[in-house]
C-alpha cells in the first residue's frame, strides 16, 4: 500500500471514533456525546483559552494532541473519568490499541502520533498539562450545564475536585471559576459533599 491508499485507509479507520459514545451529555440534554465530538470541543478551547496557558505551552502541538488523545479509544473504548474498575487496565487496553491504530499510518506519521497521545496520556510536559487540563474543563462544564448529569449517578464533591486539580495547576486562573461552578453544584444538590 502507498503513503496515500494508508491516509486514505486510517482517515476510514478514524470514522470509527464518531461511534464512541462517551457518558458525557450534551449541553441541549438531547443525547450524550461522541469522542470525536469531545475531541473537537477540547481541541477548540486549546485555541480558546490560549491567554491561561503558561508561556512554554505550544499551542499548535496542544491542538495535535487534543486531536489524537482518544483515538485510541476506537479499539480500546471510552472509559468513564469516575470508574475505578475500569481504570485498572486503562493504561493496557490503550497502549494495545495505540500500537494497532499508530501502526497502520506511514512511517514517521504513527510514531509522531503515538507520541503526541503517549505525552498526554503522561501528563509531565506543560503541552500535556495545559491539554489535560481543558481535558477535564471541557466534561466539567457539560455537567455543570446539564445539572450534574454523570454526577447524580454516584459521583461526589471530593472525586470531581481531585479531578480538577490538573486545572488548579495548569491554568490557576481559571480555577476561580472552577470552584464557583463545583460550589454551585453543591448548593442545587447536584453533587453531595
Known amino acids: 500500500m502507498n503513503k496515500v491508499e494508508k491516509l486514505i485507509e486510517f482517515s476510514a479507520e478514524i470514522d470509527k471514533m464518531k461511534s464512541v459514545y462517551r457518558r458525557t451529555l450534551l449541553v441541549d440534554k438531547s443525547r450524550t456525546e461522541t469522542d470525536a465530538e469531545h475531541s473537537w470541543h477540547l481541541a477548540t478551547m ?12 505550544n499551542i499548535d502541538r496542544c491542538i495535535k494532541m487534543a486531536l489524537v488523545h482518544d483515538l485510541v479509544e476506537i479499539y480500546a473504548g471510552d472509559t468513564f473519568a469516575y470508574d475505578v474498575q475500569g481504570y485498572e487496565d486503562k493504561f493496557q487496553r490503550e497502549q494495545e490499541a495505540a500500537e494497532r491504530l499508530f501502526s497502520q499510518l506511514p512511517d514517521g506519521q504513527g510514531e509522531e502520533y503515538k507520541a503526541l497521545w503517549l505525552e498526554f496520556d503522561e501528563e509531565k510536559t506543560p503541552d500535556a ?27 461526589s464533591y471530593d472525586m ?34
Not at 46 to 57: N, W
Not at 130 to 151: M, S, V
Not at 169 to 185: G, I, N, Q, R
Open 46 to 57: 486549546v485555541m480558546l483559552f490560549k491567554e491561561y496557558a503558561q508561556p512554554e505551552v
Open 129 to 155: 498539562l495545559y491539554t489535560c487540563a481543558l481535558d477535564r474543563l471541557q466534561p466539567l462544564i457539560n455537567n455543570y450545564k446539564t445539572q450534574g448529569h454523570t454526577w447524580v449517578e454516584g459521583v
Open 160 to 193: 470531581v475536585e481531585k479531578r480538577m486539580l490538573k486545572i488548579k495547576a495548569a491554568m490557576p486562573d481559571v480555577w476561580p471559576e472552577v470552584k464557583k461552578m463545583l460550589d454551585d453544584s453543591v448548593a442545587k444538590g447536584w453533587l453531595k459533599k
